[in-house]
């Protein structure tokens, strides 16, 4: 059962245009939300997050946005850089029980220069 | 600071046998949690250590277990394993644990095959 579910496993960008990664979710229980971006042969490092009362969170050319009736979250990327080509993986803090992490399955960027 | 450090980073094993990995947190995290990533399953939660008490602990099977040292270095071990077994497997560290900072800092990583 994918709580976190990222749909599109690969994403092309011409450098300069926007990037938009989507990630959906079915759990009502997750307070927060974040990105992680992976290179080859690195692990994952924390990008940007929002707690879920917010809608919106930005920190240079990344922004989150969250939309909690729809059970969806957005990173947008703008302008997009050929060095922005990673893996991006969303993940949902859960508070029902002990608090624990769920990650999506990733979406494969690659910017186009 | 150092950061997350894993070894060993790539690893061979055959059917049936086990296999230790381990995790050096960075100095002054107290919270290790660790994680399998395959190919179109993202990052998979195995286990949260804290203090050298599991705190938290996904759906794996019991062949997967882990433990802490007071230095916060942890290991996990995999036993009889499987062609299945065959993934990436990340620690994280974070200071306080997942339910108190909700930045954790990822290692690189061992990559494990299973013949």
């Known amino acids: 059962d994918q709580q976190v579910k990222q749909n599109s496993p690969s994403l092309s960008v011409q450098e300069g245009r926007i990037s938009i990664l989507n990630c959906d979710y079915t759990n009502s229980m997750f307070d927060y939300f974040l990105w992680y971006k992976k290179y080859p042969a690195e692990g994952p490092t924390f990008l940007i997050s929002?707690?879920?009362?917010?809608d919106k969170n930005e920190d240079g050319r990344f922004t989150v946005f969250l939309n909690k009736s729809a059970k969806h979250l957005s990173l947008h990327i703008v302008p997009s850089q050929p060095g922005d080509s990673a893996v991006y993986f969303c993940a949902a803090r859960t508070t029902s029980g002990t608090y624990k992490y769920i990650f999506g399955t990733g979406t494969r960027l690659k910017v186009l220069a | 600071k150092a950061g997350v450090t894993q070894t060993p980073r790539y690893l061979i094993k055959t059917r049936g046998q086990q296999v230790t990995l381990s995790c050096s947190p960075i100095?002054?995290?107290?919270?290790v949690s660790w994680y399998q990533q395959t190919p179109g399953q993202g990052l998979q939660f195995l286990f949260e250590?804290?203090?050298?008490?599991?705190?938290n602990k996904g759906n794996f099977p019991g062949r997967f277990s882990g433990r802490q040292f007071s230095n916060s270095r942890s290991e996990m071990n995999v036993s009889t394993l499987e062609l299945g077994d065959s993934a990436l497997y990340l620690c994280a560290s974070s200071l306080e644990g997942q339910g108190y900072g909700h930045e954790q800092f990822f290692g690189p990583g061992t990559r494990l095959t299973v013949l």
């Open positions: 100095s002054g995290h107290r919270s």
């Open positions: 250590y804290f203090s050298e008490t599991q705190r």
């Open positions: 929002i707690s879920s009362i917010k």
